[in-house]
Protein backbone atom coordinates (compact mmCIF):
# COMPACT_ATOMS: atom_id res chain seq x y z
CA UNK A 1 0.00 0.00 0.00
CA UNK A 2 1.16 3.26 -1.02
CA UNK A 3 1.74 5.18 2.28
CA UNK A 4 -0.22 8.69 2.51
CA UNK A 5 1.75 12.02 2.57
CA UNK A 6 2.05 14.13 4.85
CA UNK A 7 1.40 18.11 3.75
CA UNK A 8 1.98 21.18 5.51
CA UNK A 9 -0.30 24.65 4.34
CA UNK A 10 2.24 27.69 4.80
CA UNK A 11 0.20 30.41 3.88
CA UNK A 12 -1.24 32.08 1.48
CA UNK A 13 0.59 34.55 -1.55
CA UNK A 14 -0.99 37.10 -2.88
CA UNK A 15 -4.09 39.63 -1.56
CA UNK A 16 -6.18 37.96 -5.19
CA UNK A 17 -6.02 34.65 -3.54
CA UNK A 18 -4.98 33.58 -6.94
CA UNK A 19 -1.77 31.94 -5.49
CA UNK A 20 -1.13 29.87 -2.49
CA UNK A 21 1.83 27.53 -1.30
CA UNK A 22 1.67 24.29 0.69
CA UNK A 23 5.06 22.28 1.89
CA UNK A 24 5.32 19.09 1.12
CA UNK A 25 6.34 17.48 4.51
CA UNK A 26 7.20 13.75 2.56
CA UNK A 27 5.31 10.43 2.22
CA UNK A 28 6.15 7.23 3.64
CA UNK A 29 7.88 5.73 1.02
CA UNK A 30 10.69 8.30 -0.18
CA UNK A 31 14.01 7.31 -2.64
CA UNK A 32 17.34 8.83 -2.52
CA UNK A 33 15.94 12.16 -3.76
CA UNK A 34 13.03 12.48 -1.00
CA UNK A 35 15.69 15.48 0.18
CA UNK A 36 14.94 17.58 -3.17
CA UNK A 37 11.38 16.95 -3.13
CA UNK A 38 11.20 17.93 0.70
CA UNK A 39 12.01 21.13 -1.08
CA UNK A 40 9.02 21.43 -3.77
CA UNK A 41 6.14 23.81 -3.17
CA UNK A 42 2.64 23.01 -4.22
CA UNK A 43 2.19 26.70 -5.94
CA UNK A 44 -1.56 27.48 -7.07
CA UNK A 45 -2.44 29.61 -9.96
CA UNK A 46 -5.32 30.52 -11.85
CA UNK A 47 -5.79 28.18 -14.65
CA UNK A 48 -6.44 29.76 -18.04
CA UNK A 49 -7.21 26.55 -20.37
CA UNK A 50 -10.17 25.55 -17.67
CA UNK A 51 -13.49 25.16 -19.93
CA UNK A 52 -16.34 26.19 -18.33
CA UNK A 53 -18.86 26.79 -21.12
CA UNK A 54 -19.36 23.02 -22.82
CA UNK A 55 -22.18 24.51 -25.11
CA UNK A 56 -20.38 26.51 -27.79
CA UNK A 57 -18.10 25.00 -30.26
CA UNK A 58 -14.27 25.01 -28.25
CA UNK A 59 -11.72 24.53 -30.32
CA UNK A 60 -9.77 21.72 -28.40
CA UNK A 61 -7.00 19.70 -29.92
CA UNK A 62 -5.52 18.23 -26.41
CA UNK A 63 -8.33 17.85 -23.29
CA UNK A 64 -6.94 17.07 -20.07
CA UNK A 65 -9.21 15.77 -17.07
CA UNK A 66 -8.75 16.59 -13.62
CA UNK A 67 -9.81 17.09 -10.14
CA UNK A 68 -9.77 20.25 -7.85
CA UNK A 69 -6.42 18.77 -6.33
CA UNK A 70 -4.30 19.83 -9.61
CA UNK A 71 -6.44 22.04 -11.64
CA UNK A 72 -4.96 25.16 -10.28
CA UNK A 73 -1.18 23.58 -9.53
CA UNK A 74 1.46 25.52 -11.18
CA UNK A 75 3.16 22.46 -12.14
CA UNK A 76 0.13 21.42 -14.38
CA UNK A 77 -0.22 25.25 -15.97
CA UNK A 78 3.09 25.42 -17.05
CA UNK A 79 2.81 22.14 -18.74
CA UNK A 80 -0.18 23.38 -20.82
CA UNK A 81 1.67 26.80 -21.36
CA UNK A 82 4.37 24.03 -22.72
CA UNK A 83 1.52 22.06 -24.90
CA UNK A 84 -0.14 24.82 -25.88
CA UNK A 85 2.68 24.72 -29.12
CA UNK A 86 0.92 24.03 -31.88
CA UNK A 87 -2.21 22.36 -30.78
CA UNK A 88 -5.22 23.99 -28.64
CA UNK A 89 -5.09 22.82 -25.00
CA UNK A 90 -8.63 22.40 -22.77
CA UNK A 91 -8.95 21.70 -19.31
CA UNK A 92 -12.40 20.43 -17.16
CA UNK A 93 -12.89 19.70 -13.72
CA UNK A 94 -14.34 16.51 -13.22
CA UNK A 95 -14.35 15.89 -9.49
CA UNK A 96 -16.60 13.34 -8.33
CA UNK A 97 -18.06 12.39 -12.13
CA UNK A 98 -18.83 9.18 -12.32
CA UNK A 99 -16.57 6.54 -15.38
CA UNK A 100 -20.51 7.15 -17.20
CA UNK A 101 -20.29 11.12 -17.08
CA UNK A 102 -16.45 10.90 -18.25
CA UNK A 103 -17.41 8.69 -20.98
CA UNK A 104 -20.50 11.21 -22.66
CA UNK A 105 -18.01 14.14 -21.93
CA UNK A 106 -15.78 13.04 -23.82
CA UNK A 107 -18.18 11.84 -26.45
CA UNK A 108 -19.54 15.38 -26.58
CA UNK A 109 -16.68 17.16 -26.61
CA UNK A 110 -15.64 14.52 -29.95
CA UNK A 111 -18.67 14.70 -32.16
CA UNK A 112 -19.27 18.40 -31.19
CA UNK A 113 -16.20 20.15 -31.00
CA UNK A 114 -13.77 21.70 -33.52
CA UNK A 115 -9.80 20.35 -33.35
CA UNK A 116 -8.10 22.34 -35.75
CA UNK A 117 -4.66 21.67 -35.18
CA UNK A 118 -5.33 17.62 -35.24
CA UNK A 119 -4.67 15.69 -38.24
CA UNK A 120 -8.31 14.56 -38.42
CA UNK A 121 -10.06 17.29 -37.34
CA UNK A 122 -11.62 15.33 -34.06
CA UNK A 123 -10.17 15.55 -30.79
CA UNK A 124 -7.38 12.96 -30.90
CA UNK A 125 -5.40 12.78 -27.32
CA UNK A 126 -7.02 13.00 -24.12
CA UNK A 127 -4.88 13.14 -20.82
CA UNK A 128 -6.33 12.09 -17.35
CA UNK A 129 -4.66 13.66 -14.41
CA UNK A 130 -4.89 11.98 -11.30
CA UNK A 131 -5.49 8.63 -9.72
CA UNK A 132 -9.02 6.84 -10.55
CA UNK A 133 -9.96 8.56 -7.05
CA UNK A 134 -9.48 12.05 -8.78
CA UNK A 135 -10.58 10.85 -12.16
CA UNK A 136 -12.66 8.00 -12.35
CA UNK A 137 -12.33 5.16 -14.30
CA UNK A 138 -15.29 2.36 -15.07
CA UNK A 139 -14.35 -1.29 -12.99
CA UNK A 140 -14.55 -4.41 -15.11
CA UNK A 141 -14.10 -7.73 -14.88
CA UNK A 142 -11.95 -9.65 -17.69
CA UNK A 143 -11.92 -12.99 -19.00
CA UNK A 144 -9.42 -14.28 -16.26
CA UNK A 145 -12.29 -13.10 -13.92
CA UNK A 146 -9.89 -10.87 -12.35
CA UNK A 147 -10.71 -7.19 -11.48
CA UNK A 148 -9.45 -3.72 -13.25
CA UNK A 149 -10.07 -0.69 -15.07
CA UNK A 150 -11.34 0.59 -18.58
CA UNK A 151 -9.55 3.08 -19.60
CA UNK A 152 -10.53 2.32 -23.37
CA UNK A 153 -13.72 2.99 -22.40
CA UNK A 154 -13.21 6.62 -22.46
CA UNK A 155 -11.31 6.09 -26.14
CA UNK A 156 -14.44 4.35 -28.09
CA UNK A 157 -16.55 7.31 -28.86
CA UNK A 158 -18.70 5.70 -31.25
CA UNK A 159 -19.20 2.40 -29.51
CA UNK A 160 -18.05 0.21 -31.97
CA UNK A 161 -15.62 -1.45 -29.79
CA UNK A 162 -12.90 0.09 -31.95
CA UNK A 163 -10.82 3.20 -30.18
CA UNK A 164 -11.27 6.60 -31.96
CA UNK A 165 -8.91 8.86 -29.84
CA UNK A 166 -5.92 8.03 -27.57
CA UNK A 167 -6.38 8.31 -23.73
CA UNK A 168 -3.12 8.29 -21.41
CA UNK A 169 -2.69 9.28 -17.65
CA UNK A 170 -0.88 10.42 -15.05
CA UNK A 171 -1.54 8.19 -12.22
CA UNK A 172 0.01 10.94 -9.28
CA UNK A 173 -1.24 10.89 -5.71
CA UNK A 174 0.67 14.39 -5.40
CA UNK A 175 2.12 17.60 -7.37
CA UNK A 176 5.77 16.26 -6.22
CA UNK A 177 4.53 13.16 -8.66
CA UNK A 178 3.05 15.58 -11.36
CA UNK A 179 6.69 17.98 -11.46
CA UNK A 180 8.84 14.27 -11.81
CA UNK A 181 6.90 13.57 -14.79
CA UNK A 182 6.54 17.06 -16.20
CA UNK A 183 10.12 17.67 -15.79
CA UNK A 184 10.88 14.46 -17.70
CA UNK A 185 9.25 15.12 -20.43
CA UNK A 186 10.86 18.73 -21.30
CA UNK A 187 14.57 16.65 -20.77
CA UNK A 188 12.96 13.99 -22.92
CA UNK A 189 11.59 15.96 -25.58
CA UNK A 190 14.41 18.41 -25.71
CA UNK A 191 16.80 15.50 -26.63
CA UNK A 192 14.71 13.89 -28.55
CA UNK A 193 17.41 13.07 -31.55
CA UNK A 194 19.62 11.06 -28.81
CA UNK A 195 17.03 9.14 -27.97
CA UNK A 196 16.29 8.30 -31.31
CA UNK A 197 19.51 6.91 -31.58
CA UNK A 198 19.01 4.19 -28.02
CA UNK A 199 18.23 0.52 -29.00
CA UNK A 200 14.94 -0.98 -28.96
CA UNK A 201 15.59 -3.40 -25.97
CA UNK A 202 13.65 -6.43 -26.71
CA UNK A 203 13.69 -8.57 -23.11
CA UNK A 204 12.09 -12.01 -21.88
CA UNK A 205 11.64 -13.51 -18.54
CA UNK A 206 11.86 -17.35 -18.37
CA UNK A 207 8.79 -19.55 -18.81
CA UNK A 208 9.70 -22.60 -17.18
CA UNK A 209 7.72 -24.16 -19.59
CA UNK A 210 4.26 -22.63 -18.73
CA UNK A 211 4.25 -19.13 -20.20
CA UNK A 212 3.55 -19.13 -23.73
CA UNK A 213 2.52 -16.49 -25.76
CA UNK A 214 -0.16 -17.30 -28.94
CA UNK A 215 0.52 -16.61 -32.55
CA UNK A 216 -1.36 -17.17 -35.34
CA UNK A 217 0.26 -19.22 -37.80
CA UNK A 218 3.74 -17.74 -36.74
CA UNK A 219 3.51 -14.72 -38.57
CA UNK A 220 2.64 -11.37 -37.52
CA UNK A 221 0.84 -10.78 -41.12
CA UNK A 222 -1.51 -14.32 -41.63
CA UNK A 223 -3.81 -14.64 -44.63
CA UNK A 224 -6.39 -16.04 -44.70
CA UNK A 225 -5.39 -19.10 -46.77
CA UNK A 226 -2.38 -19.23 -44.46
CA UNK A 227 -4.45 -19.50 -41.65
CA UNK A 228 -6.73 -22.52 -43.53
CA UNK A 229 -3.66 -24.55 -43.09
CA UNK A 230 -3.26 -24.15 -39.68
CA UNK A 231 -5.93 -22.19 -38.01
CA UNK A 232 -4.47 -23.44 -34.53
CA UNK A 233 -3.16 -20.81 -32.33
CA UNK A 234 0.37 -21.53 -32.31
CA UNK A 235 2.51 -21.12 -29.27
CA UNK A 236 5.78 -19.25 -28.35
CA UNK A 237 7.91 -18.94 -25.58
CA UNK A 238 8.85 -15.27 -24.49
CA UNK A 239 12.56 -15.65 -26.00
CA UNK A 240 10.81 -17.17 -29.25
CA UNK A 241 8.01 -14.31 -29.49
CA UNK A 242 10.58 -11.55 -29.33
CA UNK A 243 12.61 -13.72 -31.58
CA UNK A 244 9.94 -12.60 -34.01
CA UNK A 245 9.34 -9.21 -33.36
CA UNK A 246 13.06 -8.68 -34.33
CA UNK A 247 13.18 -10.57 -37.47
CA UNK A 248 9.98 -9.71 -38.75
CA UNK A 249 8.85 -6.18 -37.32
CA UNK A 250 11.94 -4.77 -36.37
CA UNK A 251 14.39 -6.01 -38.63
CA UNK A 252 17.07 -3.59 -39.90
CA UNK A 253 17.01 -1.48 -36.76
CA UNK A 254 19.29 -1.15 -33.79
CA UNK A 255 17.93 -3.83 -31.64
CA UNK A 256 19.59 -5.07 -28.31
CA UNK A 257 18.16 -8.55 -27.05
CA UNK A 258 17.70 -9.57 -23.63
CA UNK A 259 16.60 -13.27 -23.10
CA UNK A 260 15.91 -14.97 -19.87
CA UNK A 261 16.60 -18.44 -21.40
CA UNK A 262 19.51 -21.12 -20.86
CA UNK A 263 20.83 -20.24 -24.51
CA UNK A 264 21.37 -16.97 -23.60
CA UNK A 265 22.80 -17.70 -20.19
CA UNK A 266 24.78 -21.28 -21.25
CA UNK A 267 26.65 -21.33 -18.01
CA UNK A 268 24.03 -21.25 -15.63
CA UNK A 269 24.74 -17.86 -14.18
CA UNK A 270 22.00 -15.65 -15.01
CA UNK A 271 22.37 -12.14 -14.06
CA UNK A 272 18.97 -11.12 -16.01
CA UNK A 273 17.95 -8.33 -13.66
CA UNK A 274 21.31 -6.69 -13.58
CA UNK A 275 21.36 -6.84 -17.67
CA UNK A 276 18.21 -4.93 -17.65
CA UNK A 277 19.27 -2.54 -15.25
CA UNK A 278 22.80 -1.94 -17.20
CA UNK A 279 20.58 -1.27 -20.38
CA UNK A 280 18.16 1.21 -19.27
CA UNK A 281 21.34 3.08 -17.75
CA UNK A 282 23.08 2.49 -21.42
CA UNK A 283 20.17 3.82 -23.12
CA UNK A 284 17.12 2.33 -24.76
CA UNK A 285 14.55 3.54 -27.21
CA UNK A 286 11.88 0.94 -26.42
CA UNK A 287 11.67 -1.39 -23.53
CA UNK A 288 9.87 -4.00 -24.28
CA UNK A 289 9.56 -6.98 -22.03
CA UNK A 290 7.66 -10.16 -22.83
CA UNK A 291 7.26 -12.52 -20.00
CA UNK A 292 5.39 -13.01 -16.37
CA UNK A 293 4.54 -10.09 -13.90
CA UNK A 294 2.55 -9.08 -10.90
CA UNK A 295 1.79 -5.38 -9.66
CA UNK A 296 5.32 -5.12 -7.97
CA UNK A 297 7.75 -7.06 -10.73
CA UNK A 298 9.07 -8.87 -13.74
CA UNK A 299 9.65 -12.70 -13.15
CA UNK A 300 12.92 -13.66 -14.51
CA UNK A 301 14.93 -17.02 -13.12
CA UNK A 302 17.19 -14.78 -10.62
CA UNK A 303 16.44 -11.39 -8.58
CA UNK A 304 13.04 -9.74 -10.14
CA UNK A 305 12.84 -6.86 -12.05
CA UNK A 306 11.10 -4.57 -9.12
CA UNK A 307 11.29 -1.65 -7.05
CA UNK A 308 14.25 -2.12 -5.82
CA UNK A 309 15.79 -2.44 -9.56
CA UNK A 310 14.40 1.38 -10.31
CA UNK A 311 16.97 2.59 -7.21
CA UNK A 312 19.85 1.40 -9.00
CA UNK A 313 18.41 2.92 -12.39
CA UNK A 314 20.52 6.06 -13.20
CA UNK A 315 19.12 7.18 -16.94
CA UNK A 316 18.35 10.50 -16.23
CA UNK A 317 17.76 11.89 -19.71
CA UNK A 318 17.63 8.66 -21.37
CA UNK A 319 13.77 7.58 -20.55
CA UNK A 320 12.45 4.63 -22.45
CA UNK A 321 8.69 4.04 -23.44
CA UNK A 322 8.25 0.85 -21.66
CA UNK A 323 5.76 -1.94 -23.08
CA UNK A 324 5.36 -4.16 -20.92
CA UNK A 325 3.34 -8.04 -21.80
CA UNK A 326 3.32 -9.30 -18.50
CA UNK A 327 0.21 -9.24 -15.74
CA UNK A 328 -0.78 -6.80 -13.57
CA UNK A 329 2.46 -4.44 -13.67
CA UNK A 330 0.14 -1.36 -13.64
CA UNK A 331 -2.32 -1.31 -10.86
CA UNK A 332 -4.74 1.32 -10.97
CA UNK A 333 -6.41 0.37 -7.53
CA UNK A 334 -6.23 3.11 -5.77
CA UNK A 335 -3.21 3.18 -2.51
CA UNK A 336 -1.58 -0.02 -4.60
CA UNK A 337 2.18 0.86 -5.58
CA UNK A 338 3.25 -0.97 -8.85
CA UNK A 339 5.74 -1.38 -10.92
CA UNK A 340 4.74 0.61 -13.89
CA UNK A 341 3.81 4.14 -12.13
CA UNK A 342 7.16 3.85 -9.92
CA UNK A 343 9.11 3.90 -13.01
CA UNK A 344 6.99 6.52 -15.07
CA UNK A 345 6.24 8.92 -11.58
CA UNK A 346 10.47 8.07 -10.69
CA UNK A 347 12.39 11.37 -10.31
CA UNK A 348 14.98 11.60 -12.64
CA UNK A 349 15.04 8.15 -14.33
CA UNK A 350 12.60 5.21 -15.17
CA UNK A 351 10.49 5.37 -17.90
CA UNK A 352 8.81 8.40 -19.77
CA UNK A 353 5.95 6.61 -20.39
CA UNK A 354 4.91 2.57 -19.69
CA UNK A 355 1.95 1.02 -21.67
CA UNK A 356 0.70 -2.54 -19.54
CA UNK A 357 -2.14 -4.66 -18.53
CA UNK A 358 -3.75 -3.72 -14.96
CA UNK A 359 -5.13 -6.84 -14.63
CA UNK A 360 -3.89 -10.56 -15.21
CA UNK A 361 -3.86 -10.75 -19.32
CA UNK A 362 -2.16 -12.96 -21.81
CA UNK A 363 -0.28 -11.20 -24.50
CA UNK A 364 -1.12 -9.67 -27.62
CA UNK A 365 1.64 -9.94 -30.42
CA UNK A 366 -0.66 -7.57 -32.32
CA UNK A 367 -0.55 -4.30 -30.11
CA UNK A 368 3.33 -4.10 -31.00
CA UNK A 369 2.84 -4.75 -34.70
CA UNK A 370 0.83 -1.57 -34.28
CA UNK A 371 2.96 0.22 -32.33
CA UNK A 372 6.12 -0.21 -34.36
CA UNK A 373 4.66 0.22 -37.23
CA UNK A 374 3.61 3.64 -36.62
CA UNK A 375 7.28 4.16 -35.38
CA UNK A 376 8.91 3.49 -38.24
CA UNK A 377 6.54 3.85 -41.21
CA UNK A 378 6.45 7.83 -40.11
CA UNK A 379 8.56 10.66 -39.79
CA UNK A 380 7.02 12.55 -36.96
CA UNK A 381 4.69 10.43 -34.26
CA UNK A 382 3.16 11.46 -30.77
CA UNK A 383 3.05 8.69 -28.43
CA UNK A 384 -0.94 8.46 -28.41
CA UNK A 385 -0.52 7.98 -32.21
CA UNK A 386 1.54 4.55 -31.55
CA UNK A 387 -0.83 3.41 -28.81
CA UNK A 388 -3.67 4.05 -30.66
CA UNK A 389 -2.37 2.03 -34.08
CA UNK A 390 -1.70 -0.62 -31.87
CA UNK A 391 -4.74 -0.65 -29.83
CA UNK A 392 -6.57 -0.90 -33.55
CA UNK A 393 -4.27 -3.77 -34.64
CA UNK A 394 -5.48 -6.04 -31.54
CA UNK A 395 -9.16 -4.90 -32.67
CA UNK A 396 -8.86 -5.27 -36.30
CA UNK A 397 -7.34 -9.10 -36.23
CA UNK A 398 -9.70 -9.84 -33.60
CA UNK A 399 -12.48 -9.31 -36.07
CA UNK A 400 -10.32 -10.46 -38.92
CA UNK A 401 -10.32 -13.82 -37.14
CA UNK A 402 -14.43 -14.07 -35.82
CA UNK A 403 -15.27 -12.93 -39.23
CA UNK A 404 -13.43 -16.02 -41.00
CA UNK A 405 -14.52 -18.48 -38.45
CA UNK A 406 -11.85 -18.43 -35.87
CA UNK A 407 -12.68 -17.01 -32.63
CA UNK A 408 -10.40 -16.03 -30.53
CA UNK A 409 -12.03 -14.61 -27.42
CA UNK A 410 -8.84 -13.40 -25.43
CA UNK A 411 -8.32 -10.57 -27.72
CA UNK A 412 -11.04 -8.38 -26.85
CA UNK A 413 -9.94 -8.98 -23.17
CA UNK A 414 -6.41 -7.55 -23.71
CA UNK A 415 -7.74 -4.23 -25.08
CA UNK A 416 -9.80 -3.57 -22.07
CA UNK A 417 -6.99 -4.73 -19.69
CA UNK A 418 -4.36 -2.05 -21.33
CA UNK A 419 -3.44 1.11 -19.74
CA UNK A 420 -1.08 4.54 -21.19
CA UNK A 421 0.76 5.89 -18.37
CA UNK A 422 1.95 8.81 -19.95
CA UNK A 423 1.32 11.47 -22.47
CA UNK A 424 -0.35 10.62 -25.29
CA UNK A 425 0.98 14.04 -26.70
CA UNK A 426 4.58 12.88 -26.02
CA UNK A 427 6.57 13.53 -28.97
CA UNK A 428 8.58 10.10 -29.75
CA UNK A 429 9.52 10.41 -33.17
CA UNK A 430 10.36 14.12 -35.10
Known sequence: MRNKCLWNRIGLGLASGLIYLSGFIGCGVQDENSSEKNKLLDIRVENPYVINNFETNNDV??????????????????????????????????????????????????????????????????????????????PFVNDWDDKGFDETEYSDVDGDGRDDLAVGRFNIDNYVELNNITEKIYDYESNLESNLRHPFVLASGYDGGSGNSNLVNSTFYPSLESIEENHDWESFGFDELQEKVADELLKGENIVEIYDSENDYPEGGRFVERDFINQINDGAYVFDFNGHGDVDMYQTSTDAFDFDSIKKLKNSGSYPIFISHACDTVSLEPGVRNLGTELVNASGKGAIAYIGSNTLTSDSPYFVRGFYRTLLENDEVTLGEAYLTGIQDIYDMNIFLNENGFFYSGEDSIVDEMVLLGDPALKVKN
Do not use: H, M
Not at 61 to 71: A, C, G, M, P
Not at 83 to 111: C, H, L, M, T, W
Not at 121 to 135: I, P, S, T, Y
Open 61 to 138: DYLVLTDSEFIESKYLVDFLDYRNNGQNVGVVDVSEKSPEEIDNFIEYAYKNWEASNSKTGKLEKVLLVGNVENVSSK
